[in-house]
């Protein structure tokens, strides 16, 4: 395989230092409804804007020096807000500023606060409404003392600066509203800004955001992480249900990021933009023969990522249990249909076992990388996963022998997967990540020689490059595939340890062994949520914890948005690192499946929340079919007998939870339950 496409020409030591995305501290605030794509920049270490904004066109993917705002000798220096006042200029100063989500806003809105000479400023970012491509500024500047007294403020865009007149009456100037606004130029996008006036409130975008899920932890961190999560989901999917892997890095799409983001989304009650991805995905996503596209790529049969396939059927039936709308997958049929086909043809089936097999492993290293056909876990997991999906499926349509055939045939892979006598992904009583054609486990790889790689990666070092342990032989615990309290699962989450702080302090876990890392060794975030979700299952609440509160000390902990991963990179030829919304979803995943335990299947709603150490409580109101689920979580306290309360009924508190039957309509469903 060609490993020329993972090089980029994108290369930070050229131009301003606001072209780099790694700044030292920097933070990014995403805001967004699909139609325009903002970034507030806050670069604490003096080497960039202080305070910045990066207007992007969502339907555009590029690297960060392309975001409509940067000037290619200025970066996005002219955004920055300055107070002219008798000859002296007063501006943010670098690591003199606070910036966060607004607590309590009906809308997401980001505040930025700093002061200069006696002038102090506060910045409020938001989108006013969801169907016009504009963003504002709202910006109050107080000064101490009484009496009037005037000065300028100025900002600009990319060339052009915007002044207005400050008049103090008091300590208070009126505040003053800067519009950015998307438009189209001679068939390009730009952006353009002028003085704009306050929208009021509420504003027209509350509606929206009123009606998505409402999630609380009793706990700021966490409360801020569901908050941001929800938020920057929907920052940067575009309308059309664009979405690039990882923002401003690799400018490509993949079918299983955007399902499992399509599945986040409805769980947190944004049912239109999970319907655009989803109905996307399978109208131009997805070839004739059922083949999925990676990196905006289709691959020849032996490279081809089938786990994408099983994703993205388990994704269309989790949207399907939370929202009801049956039409997307009658109208989508044909392409379902293919897509369960595709991993069932022959040129996948290990003739010995029945299990699948390629030369692409789920992190995307191939035969370069040393990687051999055989046969990879997380491939298995999710085909099996989605075929006994679409199996289910079917047999809601009334397709009978499609769901008998899909259903066996799932089956039949998960048999394979766990209990082939020469062929189970299972050695020793742990998960592995892959075995040989021939039965033997592929403990290590061996790169191509000749490849031109970066060669001061692990992987091109000395000594054994070994495949296991990796993060993804968590899923299936996760995901429940197997029993998460078991033997198996227990010794597989144990093995993961050795990822923590592998290489580096601080805490995170790696992908994977980092003997086999073809790129930087470092902590990789929504890989450490997998463990974090399996060990929540497991009956390992001190490990979710631990992931959480090392979230919240990397870089990024303030808005929630976190880069791949944490760790020196050879930029270039790789790209430089981006922010990955996957790590939203997994974070979705992790509050509303796990910790709320709300699992909404065809006909009935099972529940089986359970708290973390520092949680007592947590409440979420969270969209459902139509209607609304109101579910108040407590830990008992002493000497107090758990159990569920449904309306007046009560019902004794059971480890594996409880299940309610779903009407066909209702308003609301309200469920109280005290845990131990």
């Known amino acids: 395989m060609e490993v020329r496409e993972h090089f980029y020409a994108d290369d930070p030591a050229r131009g301003p230092a606001d072209g780099k995305t790694t700044l030292r501290d920097v933070e990014y605030f995403f805001l967004g409804n699909g139609l325009v794509q903002a970034a507030v920049q806050i670069a604490p270490a003096g080497n960039a804007t202080p305070v910045g904004l990066l207007i992007m066109d969502p339907d555009r993917l590029g690297p960060k020096r392309a975001a409509l705002s940067f000037d290619q000798t200025a970066g996005i220096a002219a955004t920055a807000l300055s107070i002219v006042d008798r000859g002296a200029v007063h501006a943010a100063r670098a690591g003199a500023v606070r910036a966060g989500w607004v607590r309590g806003s009906r809308d997401p809105r980001v505040e930025v606060v700093w002061q200069s000479g006696p002038y102090r400023v506060t910045e409020l970012f938001f989108c006013p409404e969801m169907k016009k491509p504009r963003l504002l500024r709202q910006v109050t500047v107080t000064r101490p003392g009484a009496g009037a007294s005037r000065a ?217 990388y040393g990687v051999l056909p055989g046969m990879e876990l997380a491939h298995q997991l999710f085909v099996a996963m989605g075929l006994r999906a679409a199996g289910r499926l079917a047999a809601r349509l009334g397709r009978t022998r499609q769901s008998l055939e899909w259903t066996e045939a799932g089956m039949g892979l998960r048999r394979a997967m766990l209990k082939d006598p020469g062929f189970a992904l299972v050695d020793a009583g742990i998960f592995i990540k892959r075995r040989g054609l021939d039965g033997k486990v592929q403990r290590d790889i061996r790169p191509d020689p000749g490849s031109t790689l970066p060669q001061d990666a692990p992987l091109f070092g000395p000594g054994p490059h070994l495949l296991d342990p990796d993060t993804s032989a968590v899923l299936p615990i996760a995901w429940e595939f197997v029993d998460p309290e078991s033997r198996l699962s227990l010794k597989t989450l144990a093995s993961m340890e050795t990822l923590w702080n592998q290489g580096w302090t601080g805490g995170g876990y790696g992908r994977y062994n980092v003997s086999s890392e073809p790129d930087s060794p470092g902590p990789w975030p929504f890989a450490s949520v997998f463990v974090a979700r399996a060990a929540l299952e497991a009956g390992r609440p001190r490990t979710t914890r631990r992931v959480l509160d090392w979230l919240g000390r990397v870089p990024g902990p303030r808005p929630a948005s976190w880069f791949e991963f944490y760790g020196p990179r050879p930029v270039p030829p790789y790209p430089q690192v981006g922010i990955i919304p996957w790590t939203w979803a997994e974070l979705i995943f992790l509050f509303v499946h796990h910790m709320l335990g709300i699992r909404p299947g065809e006909e009935f709603l099972g529940l089986q929340p359970k708290l973390i150490p520092g949680v007592e409580r947590m409440e979420g109101d969270l969209p459902l079919r139509g209607g609304r689920l109101e579910l108040d979580v407590r830990r008992a306290r002493r000497g107090e007998e758990p159990g569920f309360k449904i309306g007046g009924r009560r019902v004794p508190y059971h480890r594996y939870g409880l299940g309610i039957e779903l009407p066909r309509k209702f308003d609301r469903i309200a469920v109280r339950a005290i845990i131990p």
């Open 152 to 368: 300028r403020l100025k900002t600009g865009l990319k060339g052009r600066t915007i002044e207005t007149g400050l008049a103090f009456r008091g300590r208070t100037a009126a505040p003053v509203v800067f519009e950015y606004r998307l438009a189209v130029q001679d068939g390009k996008p730009e952006a353009r800004m002028r003085l704009g006036s306050d929208p009021g409130a509420p504003t027209p975008a509350s509606a929206y955001w009123e009606n998505t899920a409402s999630c609380r932890f009793h706990d700021p961190l966490l409360d801020r992480f569901f908050d941001a999560s929800k938020f920057q989901l929907r920052a940067t999917v575009a309308a059309s249900g664009r979405l690039d892997g990882s923002v401003w890095q690799y400018n490509l799409e993949w079918v299983r990021d955007q399902a499992f983001v399509a599945m986040a989304l409805a769980m947190s009650g944004q049912i239109g933009p999970a319907r655009t991805i989803l109905a996307r995905l399978l109208t131009d996503f997805v070839s004739e023969e059922g083949a999925t596209l990676d990196s905006s790529s289709f691959r020849p049969l032996e490279e081809s990522e089938v786990d994408q396939n099983g994703v993205l059927l388990f994704a269309l039936e989790s949207y399907l249990n939370w929202t009801g709308d049956e039409d997307l997958i009658r109208a989508h049929w044909d392409r379902i249909d293919k897509v369960a086909a595709f991993p069932l043809r022959r040129e996948f089936r290990h003739a010995a076992s029945g299990l699948l097999v390629n030369r692409r492993e789920f992190w995307e290293r191939h035969d370069a």
